[in-house]
Structure formats: structure tokens, C-alpha cells
């Protein structure tokens, strides 16, 4: 899960980049270390994702267990 | 008591409306610092004295004279009210009827004291509720003090926002207000007093 | 030694860093030199925004999560917590558009960022405010500085005309709220919201007693906040507003201060009037209604693209508002999820908007989009499936939300309000629909094509984060599903 999230984060970051160069009419590939730091940004981004979501999960569980006692 | 609540209440009534149906701007502004003025007179006959000063201080004090500085410096002329009154009335009219009943309705079941309704011996007051004053059976302290004492403790909160409140409007009327246009010459204080007698007056050959 | 707030400035930790952050900014500004405030504005907008960055990892990294602080004035819970963090981002993306709108228009003027920290920083504080005394004081303190930022431009008329109008409605509005506000508290002796919600236990719309004044108090504190999120009776101060307000602070307008009012919205009426749910359940309803249908019939006949902007958010208020009213958790839950796709669509709406940017201004007209897609395809693309999301067309983000929210409104069995949204939401998708025509199907003439100027890296960033999220929200909604759901649980 954590390593698909983390290629889609990334190759999600990589489509941004190139859509922001697009639309600025610069060439698409211009300073292509950009383009690998917006992918490493959205690849952090979508690991983050992941883990946000699990910790979601376990505080929703625990409020609505929490809850369901009183 | 109560005939002075009824006083400073039908007064402050009546002003209000003036305030609004007065056709002089000027006359207005005169108005509203009556209407502010038996309000405090309401307030101190609620016991809060404090309030009352601090209303008259900075509302006819500060407020009303700054509206009556502006209002006569804008030299606005006496207008015609008739012809926009009776243009206005039906709806303005009817929308402020339904909120005027709906506050009555809703107000006077709830607002009358019991001991109005069951009209025994103990009957006094038509205008004030009658209540055991809790206040007065506990050790007292003047108005001012105890503001002091809640404020600075228990709700610093709200005394930190009112502080928030008053930076924002300093910055908003500085920044709505102030001109720097380059073309405006200006007063530099510093370089005034810097400035050398010697350096300054040169001969002209 | 005792300190009484002493665990309570913790819990406050973001807000207080927000506070010092711009007051360095402020003495920063006022101590640069004269003359080159062009450059001093750039600077604090990094400033600004870093500070916002800050501000969003201390709040998401706190570790208090409930907490009620100074003197049951203020309340940390998984909404405030949720809302704060919206409000945060959607003022670093408006940061993102000052950028170069700052420059282009000509504004040297630096309290424009502080007043939008400021009003950040309000806006923080309304969501988490637990008492009426301290949501005045919040309310008071977000709309002064957003009156002054309506009316930026002195020497516009529209832009004056604009604070004048938002300053009159906005005081008016608030003295309906104190006047709510202080008909409940003569009636029951406390201002704070659990105090009133355990005193109404159990009250329900049959007892005599207590009803009468108490739903006259609420009548008026609804028609306040009705009016501040320009919800349809009350809604029309908006577009005028809306139009005359520089771009970048009429996109602020139509996103944080929606998502802190919606938040109070939910805190008075779901924690201290929840009792009342029967009474305050018609207001909502009619209003919901209205917004809707004035929304997008208002939206038909406009010919000025703010304006159009300013009519949607009205329609979208509308939608949010059918959550309120179902007064279920689940229709908490569908609030949150629009509210999110609601800023992100808004934000890619208003960034569109600046970028089409010519020599001669900014564009004012819905004609100037004509024949945008040979302009700039990708725009009129971007422009394209934000429009659609707006409208709610199914594999978008909007769709998602307005799905939610109807089925929401279904499961509390308000079927009219479910129906006439899918109604009104059609009737919108009509408005929405000729703007793609105009974009697209129009016959070209080469004379009338002004190239748009070159848009800046954070505004194309901006651009691709929103098209982005309004594209992939829709194939992986859980987490969002989630927040939303961990939002909502505090109200359980």
C-alpha cells in the first residue's frame, strides 16, 4: 500500500509540474530537477496520506467505541 | 425608582425616533446624545454606575461630538423625508411590524415576573421585576472592582480580543487614509534639526 | 507556583504563533524604508505565507485534541481542528495569487497582508469560540478587517462602494446577533453553549414555557449568521461586494470566512440549541431552498464574471445549508466534504479568473472568455472541468459532495429539499454549460484576441494543485471521507 501510494504521490506531483510549466507556456521539461522535487513532495504527500488515513481509522474507532460505552 | 425608569425610558424612546425623523442632521446627532444620555440614567438605576460613566465619557464625549464635528463640516442640507418616507413605509413598515409582534408575542409571556400575575399584597411594580436582589446579601464591592477583578483573571480572553480589535481598526483607517503620494511635499523633522547654519547659508560668489 | 491558565496557553500555541508572527511582520513593515514597497510586499507575502506553513504543522502536530480554554471561552475539538486547518490553507493559496496581483494592480500597500493574517487569525478563533461574548468579539474582529480590505482600492469607485455596502450590512447583521444573543442570555442567565445545551435538555418544541422568547432569540441569531454567509434572503450584498472587492480578496471572501461561519453555525445550533432542532430545522429549510434557487436563477442573467462567482457561492451555500438542516451527523459529514471541495474549486475558479489577465486589466466581462480556448487550451480546459465540478457532473469532485449532502438530506427524510437541489442543480449546470460554449463553440474572429499576460510559478502551482485534486479527489475519496467523518465525530 505505503509503496503504490507513495508512486502515485509521486507521479502525481511529476503531472503537476509539468501542468504548471504547460500552462505557463514554458517548455514542458524545463529545469527538470523541479520536476523531481515536486515528485518526491507529492510522493511524501501521498505516504502522508496513507498514514493519515490509519490514524483516521483508529480515532474514529476509539470515539465511536468511546461513545457507544456511555 | 420605577418613575425614573419610565422617564428615562418613554425619553429615550421618544429621542431615539426623533433621531431618525429629525429632518437637520445636526438636530439628529443632538438627539442621539439625548437618547445616550438616558440610557446611562437606565444603567445607573440598574446599579452600574461604572457603565454609565464609561457610556457617557466615550459615547456623548467622544462618539456623539466627532458625528456633530462631521455632520457640520459636511455641510449636508436639510433634506425632504415625506416623499422617500411613504416610499419605504410598506415594506419597510411591515417587515419591522412582524418583528416588533414577534418580539412582543414571544417577549411578553416570558418577561412578566409571576408575582405580577398573581397580583397579591406583595404587588409593587408594574415596570421592574420583583426578585430576591442576590447580590445585595453578599459582601459588596463597587462596580469598577469587580470588572477589574473578572477581566484580568477569569476573561483576559475577551479583554485580549477587544485589544486585536482595536489594532486592526488602527491599521485599517491608517491604510484607508493615509496619502502617500510622492508629490506631496512634507515636513522632515529630522533633517530640520540636523541641519548646520554653517553648511546651509553659502556665498553667492 | 499556580498559574490558572497555565495548560490553556498550550492548547492556544498556533493562534499565539499566528499573533507574534505578524506583529513582526507589522513592525518589519513599518520599519522598511520608503520606496521600496514593491519589494517589501513580496517579501512579507514569503514571510506570510511561511508563517502560515508554521501555523498549519503546529496545529496539526498539537497534541491536545479536546480541551476547553480560558474560562470555558474557547473549545479544541476535531471540527475546529479541521476547519482551522481549511482556513489556513485557503489564506496560503490566496497568498500564492497576490503574488503578482499585488504588482499588477499597483498595491504597495503591506497591511494588505496583515489584515489578511489578521483575519486569519479571527477567523481561527471564531471556529473554536464556545461562548457568545467571545463570538462577538471574533465576528467583530474578522469583519473590521475585512471591511478595509473590501474597500482597498480608494480610488475606485466600485471598490468603496463595495466596503461601504459590507461595512452598513455587516454591523447591521451583527447587532442581530447581539440582539439573539442577548434576548437568550436575559432568558437563561449564560452565554456559553454547553450551559445552554444542558439547560435545554430535554426542552422540546411542546413546552410553553420556555419556547416562545427562546425561539425568537434564535430566529434573530440565524438571521445574523444567514446574512454573513449570504445565504438568499439576506444574500444581497454579495454580488455587489463580491465585484467591487480587489479579485484576490473576493476569493478570500467567498472561502474563510464561509468555512468559519459554517463551523459557528454548527456549533451554536448543534451544541447549544440542538433541542430546538424542530424550530430552527424551518429556517434552514426555507433558507436553503431560497439560496438554491436564487443562486442559479441570479447566475442566468449575469454578464460580469465576478458576479457569476459571486451567484454560485450563493447556490453552494445553499447545498451546505441542506446539511445543516437534516441536523443528523451525517449531514455534519457532508458539510465538511463540500466545504473542502468547495475551497478547492473556488480556488481554481479564482485562478483562472486572474490568470486571464491582458495588457488592458484583468477581465471583467463573460465575454472575455470568449474564444479562450484558443487563447490558452489548457486554461479553458482547467476552466473547463472546474465549472463541470461546480455543477456537479459525475466523475468530478463536486458530484461527490452534492451526492453526499442529497443523500444526507434523503436519510433525514427531506425529500423536497432533496429533490428541488437536484433541481436547482441542473438549472446551474445551465449557466455553467454556456460558459464552456462560450469558451469553446464561437465562431473566431483573429481581431478581438488579446494574448493574456505570462502567469507567475505560484499562480501555475496553484493551478495544478487545485485541477489536480478536483480531478483525483473523486477516485480516492477516503481519507477525505475520513476527516470529514473525525470532524463531525466531536458533535456525537
Redesign the interface.
Known sequence: MGASAALFGGA?GF???V???????LPVLRKPWEHGIAGLVGAGFGVG?IN??ER??V??EE??QA?SRK | MNLFLAAFAALGISSSIMVIRANNPVYSVLYLILVFVNVSGILILQGLDFFAMIFLVVYVGAIAVLFLFVVMMLNIKVEEKQESMLRYLPVGGGIGLIFFLEVVIGLDKEFVPLNLLSLGPSYESEILPEYLHWGETLAQKTGIEAIGQVIYTYYFYYFFMASFILLVAMIGAILLTLHNDPKVKRQEVFEQNAREFSRTIQKAS | MFYLFESDFLGLIPETFLLLGLSALLGYGVWYEKGRESDMTSHQLWIGGLCLVFTFILLCESPLMNMILCYNTLIIDGMSAFLKSLILISTLCIFGLSFAYLPQERIKAFEFIILLLLATLSLMLMVSSYDFISLYLAIEFQSLGLYVLAALKRDNEYSTEAGLKYFVLGAFSSGFLLFGASLIYGLTGTTNFEDLGLLFTGVGPTDLFTQGSIVVGLLFLSVAFLFKVSAAPFHMWSPDVYEGAPTVITAFFSIAPKLALFGVLIRVFYLGFFDFLFSWQQIFFFCSLASMVFGSFGALGQVKIKRLLAFSSIGHVGYMLIGLATGTLQGLQGIFLYLLVYMIMTINAFSVVLSLRTREGEPKFLLDLKNLNLKSPILAITLSITLFSMAGIPPLAGFLSKFYLFFAALDASLYSLAILGVLSSVISCFYYISLIKLMYFHKADEVELKPILPIDSQKGLLLGLSFFGILFIFLYPSPFFLLSHAAALSFS
Open positions: 502525481l503531472m503537476t509540474q501542468y504548471s510549466n504547460a500552462v505557463r507556456r496520506v493519515m488515513e483516521l481509522r480515532y474514529i470515539q465511536t461513545r
